[in-house]
Nanobody, 125 residues
Framework: VQLQASGGGVVQAGESLRLSCAAS????????VGWFRQAPGKEREFVAA????????LYADSAKGRFTISRDNTKNTVYLQLNSLKPEDTAVYYC???????????????????WGQGTQVTVSS
């Protein structure tokens, strides 16, 4: 699976962005998809994930109530809607995919097989 992330940009606090992750090479049906982020000088952290069935979603505490992960299987694309952005959300955001990951491993970046190249989100105060 090849993943291409896009949609990042520079916004002010309180504004919104929608990140996209387009997949090629295979369908995303039956594949878990997720978003992680890495801020300068910090480790990569889990943001959100959608299970292999697409019926379950998981969010980091920092993302709950503000971010929404969704997928459009007809476009083979995953989205991350970012609302009420804060300066601490500034990071490079990466999408990930895996066809065999189990639910208990969704927060573990090392468990994911496929990664996109990342898209920069910068939130100014």
């Amino acid at each position: 699976v090849q993943l291409q992330a896009s949609g990042g940009g520079v916004v002010q606090a309180g504004e919104s962005l929608r990140l996209s992750c387009a997949a090629s090479g295979r369908t995303l049906r039956g594949v878990a998809v997720g978003w992680f982020r890495q801020a300068p000088g910090k480790e990569r952290e889990f943001v959100a994930a959608s299970s292999r069935t697409g019926g379950g979603t998981l969010y980091a505490d920092s993302a709950k109530g503000r971010f929404t992960i969704s997928r459009d299987n007809t476009k083979n694309t995953v989205y991350l809607q970012l609302n009420s952005l804060k300066p601490e959300d500034t990071a490079v955001y990466y999408c990930a995919a895996d066809a065999s990951i189990i639910t208990s491993s969704l927060r573990n970046g090392a468990a994911w097989d496929y990664w996109g190249q990342g898209t920069q989100v910068t939130v100014s105060s």
